[in-house]
């Protein structure tokens, strides 16, 4: 649904690349605030840290766009989609979205 969303806004690979890789980390950043209680502050600084190696990552992500699958980079995504499938049967879910 990104790429679909970002392909209409007529971005590039690179920024798509990009916006994903930015949520990923903000994502969870925000979490570990709300859930964590950890100081906003401290985590807006670790994010500016870790810019150029977002801005990497999806330069990376670009370049191997049109590698055959079973080539592309994606060591964690899968458990996460796992994780997140099995989340969503739980009794108890820790986020209602």
């Known amino acids: 649904m990104l790429g679909l969303l970002c392909a209409t806004a007529g ?3 690179t920024e798509t690349a990009t ?3 930015y949520g990923t980390v ?3 950043a925000s979490a570990g605030v709300r859930l964590l209680g ?3 502050y401290q985590v807006q600084a670790l994010l500016v840290g870790l810019a150029d ?3 990497g990552t999806a330069a990376d992500a670009a370049r191997a766009a049109d590698d055959p ?3 592309l980079p994606a060591a964690a995504a899968p458990l996460a989609d796992i994780h ?3 989340h969503a049967t739980w009794e ?3 986020f209602a979205s």
Do not use: F, H, N, Q
């Open 19 to 21: 916006v994903a890789a």
């Open 69 to 71: 699958p079973e080539r």
């Open 11 to 13: 971005l590039s690979r």
């Open 84 to 86: 997140a499938e099995a």
């Open 92 to 94: 108890v879910r820790l």
């Open 26 to 28: 903000t994502g969870a």
């Open 38 to 40: 950890l100081d906003p």
């Open 53 to 55: 190696l977002c801005d």
